[in-house]
């Protein structure tokens, strides 16, 4: 069956840095492409980033322009988020998803915490 693993959330001060990797099993990663959303406490799922299954092209939304990257190892079956300069605004739990805009199946999630 399908398996999304998040790993690498933790805390971090304001303008601190973290990545984040998802571990997928279970479906031919290569052939899929994958984002990552996320939600803050008492907010709705936001979409942040998404890469097209051959990793030629990506998309990012406007708040974290500039500060976040995504990529994939598709030999590891494995997305990545690179974040740096993290604000407070951008705690929440981050998922990866099996598809560009975060609509389909997640993982569990991975938490991140922006706080001094």
């Known amino acids: 069956q399908v398996q999304l693993v998040e790993s690498g959330g933790g805390l971090v001060q304001p303008g601190g840095s973290l990545r984040l990797s998802c571990v997928a099993s279970?479906?031919?990663?290569?052939?899929?492409?994958m984002s990552w959303v996320r939600q803050a406490p008492g907010k709705g799922v936001e979409w942040v980033s998404g890469?097209?299954?051959?990793?030629?092209?990506?998309k990012i939304t406007d708040s974290v322009k500039g500060r976040f990257t995504i990529s994939r190892d598709n030999t590891k079956n494995t997305l990545y988020l690179q974040m740096k300069s993290l604000k407070p605004e951008d705690t929440a739990v981050y998922y990866c998803?099996?598809?560009?805009?975060?609509?389909?199946?997640r993982g569990q999630g991975t938490q991140v915490t922006v706080s001094s």
């Open positions: 279970g479906f031919t990663f290569s052939m899929y492409d």
């Open positions: 890469i097209y299954s051959d990793g030629s092209r990506t």
């Open positions: 998803a099996k598809d560009l805009f975060g609509n389909s199946q």
